[in-house]
């Protein structure tokens, strides 16, 4: 096909504008129209970046439109997403994917029966600089076995009070929304874990009933390895700035952050015991800062730094047009579900060991 045409379903969540703005710059891609269920919100968010109102049944019934951006709230990225997937488009559906893990479990049911049709959710870290060239070294063995790896993720103090993190349907709040980030990116890493122990705790004395959640500590048990991960919705620091895993190895150390990428490994020069050797890589500061102004149409402000939304796009434009996938499946969205609601279950049951598989 030549031209690629592409069109917004649900555009309240705040990173619609960004992946708006990075669609319009893509060549032989055209974006034919959005639409949301809130008239208001649509109409702020077509008067911020241009677009034009279309229908929910134009969307799907155009078959000038090969695929569809799912921006809505948590609660209907799925039902929207399978629903156009199920038209024949393909799909790429903001993160988490759902609400829960029934959600996930649909979205990945329509990716398996039609294959074609990529279907990505969009954990853009994925397309991290830093993460690439972390993968890459656990792939060459730099620091030999893994035996343990931490892992720290937060969202920005305040947005725990957020609609955002506290929609009713969602199964939680800041964990699942935000931490979902750094789950996907330690079990592309590591693999998917055979149990979860958690705890998920409520600060009565410093919170408010709107949060649903304010700290985590889960631990993901491997047969050859532990991982702890840490959350917070306490931190002052950018939450990209302070996600952060460290994974420690027989032969060395690996220390990676997201954004602005950085890599720092120590192995040894040899396998003898010659102390370690630092490498360290850093893409330095910002160009342009991740948050961007305040949103029209939505309570959080949109997105400044859109260079994951490019290599994001692009990799599913490529795969719509029938290059090789190497994007976010729905089916990896799953794992990641499963993991953050055996997270919950274990929390419920005061920590006890609890099988993903679920």
């Excluded at 393909?90 to 049911?109: F, M, S």
């Excluded at 789950?183 to 709107?210: D, Q």
């Excluded at 729905?330 to 794992?335: C, G, I, R, T, Y």
Aim: hydrophobic share 40%.
């Amino acid at each position: 096909m030549d031209a690629i045409g592409i069109a917004f379903l649900g555009i309240s969540h705040p990173h619609s504008s960004g992946r708006y703005r990075v669609f319009e710059q893509i060549p032989n891609v055209e974006i034919v129209g959005a639409w949301d269920a809130e008239a208001a919100t649509l109409a702020s968010f077509t008067k911020e970046v241009g677009a034009k109102p279309i229908s929910l049944d134009m969307a799907l019934a155009d078959t000038s439109i090969h695929g569809v951006v799912v921006h809505s709230g948590s609660v209907d990225m799925a039902r929207l997403g399978a629903l156009a997937h199920n038209a024949g488009k393909a799909v790429l559906v903001e993160k988490p994917g759902g609400a829960d893990l029934a959600d996930l479990r649909e979205l990945a049911e329509s990716e398996a029966k039609n294959p074609d049709q990529p279907i990505r959710v969009g954990y853009n870290f994925h397309y991290g600089e830093a993460f690439a060239k972390a993968k890459k070294m656990l792939v060459e063995n730099a620091i030999g076995r893994i035996s343990m790896a931490h892992v720290h993720g937060a969202s920005i103090t305040g947005e725990e009070l957020s609609q955002h993190l506290n929609n009713p349907a969602d199964m939680g709040g800041g964990l699942w929304v935000i931490g979902c980030h750094q789950i996907h990116l330690l079990i592309e890493l590591l693999g998917f874990p055979t149990g979860v122990r958690a705890t998920v705790v409520k600060l009565s004395a410093r919170s408010t009933e709107r949060s649903q959640e304010d700290i985590a500590a889960l631990t993901l048990v491997y047969p050859d390895k532990l991982v702890s991960f840490t959350f917070t919705v306490y931190d002052r620091m950018s939450f990209y700035e302070t996600s952060t895993l460290t994974l420690y190895g027989e032969d060395g150390l690996l220390r990676f952050g997201v954004l602005p990428g950085f890599v720092e490994v120590c192995g040894p020069s040899d396998h003898s015991q010659t102390p370690g050797q630092w490498t360290r890589w850093s893409e330095g500061a910002f160009a342009d800062p991740f948050v961007g102004r305040p949103s029209p149409y939505s309570e959080l402000p949109q997105i400044g730094n859109l260079t994951f939304f490019e290599r994001e796009a692009a990799e599913w434009i490529s795969a719509i047009r029938g290059a090789p996938g190497a994007g976010v499946t729905a089916a990896d969205a799953l794992q990641v579900a499963q993991v953050i609601k055996a997270a919950y279950l274990s929390s419920d049951t005061g920590g006890l060991e609890i099988d993903p598989r679920l």
